[in-house]
């Protein structure tokens, strides 16, 4: 979130809840469930509520364990595409995308935005080599894929209503930053919101946006014209991004937090193991 400003990491933005606030429902059939208590153990539970008895050590098939490092893996390879296709290119992974999207837990306009936005850049900026799970690892943060407080995302990638972020007026530990083009026009103080499912600041997006559904607009709540954007943006600021310095530098240049980083690479790691989070 807020690209080119320092701004530290918030649990209550967008997308913004850990992945270890989670509680996962491992089976439900009539009477009793599986129940995660931490720490990989399960707890068997009536429909009531008591505690019946220690569960067994697996529930169903294992999740596979999220794996350490930085940067995060690049998860499942994108098919060959054409990228110069008229129209939303993104279209030709539907298939890749439904295939994964149940299990991730990503809507899969989504998908398809992230895995384009890679395979661009792989084209244009081989040296980079930014995968798409993270650009899903940040997507998660920043707006749960376009989906937070609501909004949805539309065939041609547009998510409504738009996501935007808290107003930056100066609260404790948020940035001051004020519209100052709105400010003149309203008579009244108006402070910047960050803008779209990768919340991007109004300035960058001026500077780096980019259209990526061939609708001739390069839109911050198209969550393609988004993807590709905070992709080049990322491999801009980071350069290779296949290196533990290079991921770090870009992670914190699009935001200055290594709370936020370690979330989106933790996020990011899960995906590319197959995980939701």
Same mark, same amino acid.
Request: hydrophobic share 40%; with cysteine.
């Given at each position: 979130m807020l690209p080119d400003i320092a701004k530290p990491y918030r649990s209550d933005r967008p997308g913004g809840k850990s992945v270890t606030d989670r509680r996962p429902i491992c089976r439900h059939s009539g009477l009793v469930r599986f129940v995660e208590s931490g720490a990989g153990a399960w707890i068997l539970r009536a429909a009531g509520g008591a505690l019946v008895a220690l569960a067994v050590a697996a529930c169903g098939a294992p999740l596979p364990p999220i794996p350490d490092g930085i940067p995060p /893996?690049?998860?499942?390879?994108?098919?060959a595409m054409d990228l110069d296709a008229p129209g939303r290119t993104a279209n030709q992974l539907q298939d890749w995308a439904q295939q994964r999207s149940g299990t991730l837990a990503i809507p899969v306009p989504a998908l398809e935005a992230y895995g384009y936005a890679a395979a661009v850049l792989a084209r244009s900026r081989p040296d980079c080599g930014i995968g798409w799970t993270t650009l899903a690892g940040i997507a998660s943060v920043e707006s749960k894929h376009g989906t937070h407080a609501g909004s949805r995302i539309g065939p041609e990638g547009t998510v409504a209503p738009p996501i935007r972020g808290i107003p930056l007026d100066g609260s404790p530990g948020v940035q001051r930053i004020v519209d100052t083009e709105a400010t003149a026009k309203s008579g009244t103080t108006v402070y910047v919101r960050a803008?779209?499912?990768?919340?991007?600041l109004p300035e960058?997006?001026?500077?780096? /946006?980019?259209?990526?559904?061939?609708d001739g607009v390069a839109d911050p709540d198209n969550i393609d014209d988004a993807a590709l954007t905070a992709a080049r943006y990322l491999c801009a600021s980071g350069g290779d991004l296949t290196t533990p310095a290079g991921w770090q530098r870009a992670l914190n240049t699009y935001n200055e937090s290594n709370e936020y980083m370690m979330e989106v690479r933790n996020r990011a790691a899960a995906y590319s193991v197959g995980r939701r989070v």
């Amino acid at each position: 979130m807020l690209p080119d400003i320092a701004k530290p990491y918030r649990s209550d933005r967008p997308g913004g809840k850990s992945v270890t606030d989670r509680r996962p429902i491992c089976r439900h059939s009539g009477l009793v469930r599986f129940v995660e208590s931490g720490a990989g153990a399960w707890i068997l539970r009536a429909a009531g509520g008591a505690l019946v008895a220690l569960a067994v050590a697996a529930c169903g098939a294992p999740l596979p364990p999220i794996p350490d490092g930085i940067p995060p /893996g690049p998860g499942d390879p994108v098919p060959a595409m054409d990228l110069d296709a008229p129209g939303r290119t993104a279209n030709q992974l539907q298939d890749w995308a439904q295939q994964r999207s149940g299990t991730l837990a990503i809507p899969v306009p989504a998908l398809e935005a992230y895995g384009y936005a890679a395979a661009v850049l792989a084209r244009s900026r081989p040296d980079c080599g930014i995968g798409w799970t993270t650009l899903a690892g940040i997507a998660s943060v920043e707006s749960k894929h376009g989906t937070h407080a609501g909004s949805r995302i539309g065939p041609e990638g547009t998510v409504a209503p738009p996501i935007r972020g808290i107003p930056l007026d100066g609260s404790p530990g948020v940035q001051r930053i004020v519209d100052t083009e709105a400010t003149a026009k309203s008579g009244t103080t108006v402070y910047v919101r960050a803008m779209g499912p990768f919340q991007f600041l109004p300035e960058t997006w001026k500077r780096w /946006g980019v259209d990526a559904n061939g609708d001739g607009v390069a839109d911050p709540d198209n969550i393609d014209d988004a993807a590709l954007t905070a992709a080049r943006y990322l491999c801009a600021s980071g350069g290779d991004l296949t290196t533990p310095a290079g991921w770090q530098r870009a992670l914190n240049t699009y935001n200055e937090s290594n709370e936020y980083m370690m979330e989106v690479r933790n996020r990011a790691a899960a995906y590319s193991v197959g995980r939701r989070v």
